[in-house]
T-cell receptor, first 115, second 111 residues
Framework: DTEVTQTPKHLVMGMTNKKSLKCEQHMGHRAMYWYKQKAKKPPELMFVYSYEKLSINESVPSRFSPECPNSSLLNLHLHALQPEDSALYLC??????????????FGPGTRLTVL | SQQGEEDPQALSIQEGENATMNCSYKTSINNLQWYRQNSGRGLVHLILIRSNEREKHSGRLRVTLDTSKKSSSLLITASRAADTASYFCATDFQGAQKLVFGQGTRLTINP
């Protein structure tokens, strides 16, 4: 199974809402990533988890809160977002962090709209 | 910014023609990867070329790497409508802890 799943596919939320994005993989990968992608732009890295521990935080605002409850799951908790946070949020996984020959496997993304 | 640049930003060709897109990057790399993204979907890995390789083939894909010029090219031969997508190069950064993606080329194959 080489699939990364993400739920929900679409999410519309108000600026005062709290919501969560979920990502799951069953490939035994120990590295998981969150990316943000705006239209016609490349993915931008937000967070990297290595063996369930936060390895990289790309200076992401605290209204985004990642969580890795176990080796298969990655969550992104959202609170008090701004309209400019509307984007496609992509989850990815790879075998380990720091091995440049590793392929990253991406989920289909969650399309987030903040009203 | 560590992000590379891709050229052209957009490319439209007829089905059956070859498509070439280029990627330039700024820092020394261990490897360079190419990914494809269909509209609004996740990215799919296409091919990886190591820094000590100059050319690599996979099916209808041919990738070249020139580390002296810090550039790579992706050639898709005999294009098909299903090749319509955005293509991104990605280089490793910070000891390969993360990938940095180029700006991407939007490829349209016209039937």
């Amino acid at each position: 199974d080489t699939e990364v799943t993400q739920t929900p596919k679409h999410l519309v939320m108000g600026m005062t809402n709290k919501k969560s994005l979920k990502c799951e993989q069953h490939m035994g990968h120990r590295a998981m990533y969150w990316y943000k992608q705006k239209a016609k732009k490349p993915p931008e890295l937000m967070f990297v988890y290595s063996y369930e521990k936060l390895s990289i935080n790309e200076s992401v605002p605290s209204r985004f809160s990642p969580e890795c409850p176990n080796s298969s799951l990655l969550n992104l908790h959202l609170h008090a977002l701004q309209p400019e946070d509307s984007a496609l949020y992509l989850c990815a996984s790879s075998q380990v962090v720091g091995r440049s020959t590793d392929t990253q496997y991406f989920g289909p993304g969650t399309r987030l709209t903040v009203l | 910014s560590q992000q590379g640049e891709e050229d052209p930003q957009a490319l439209s060709i007829q089905e059956g023609e070859n498509a070439t897109m280029n990627c330039s990057y700024k820092t020394s790399i261990n490897n360079l990867q190419w990914y494809r993204q269909n509209s609004g979907r996740g990215l799919v890995h296409l091919i990886l070329i190591r820094s000590n390789e100059r050319e690599k083939h996979s099916g209808r894909l041919r990738v070249t790497l020139d580390t002296s010029k810090k550039s790579s090219s992706l050639l898709i031969t005999a294009s098909r409508a299903a090749d319509t997508a955005s293509y991104f190069c990605a280089t490793d950064f910070q000891g390969a802890q993360k990938l940095v993606f180029g700006q991407g080329t939007r490829l349209t194959i016209n039937p």
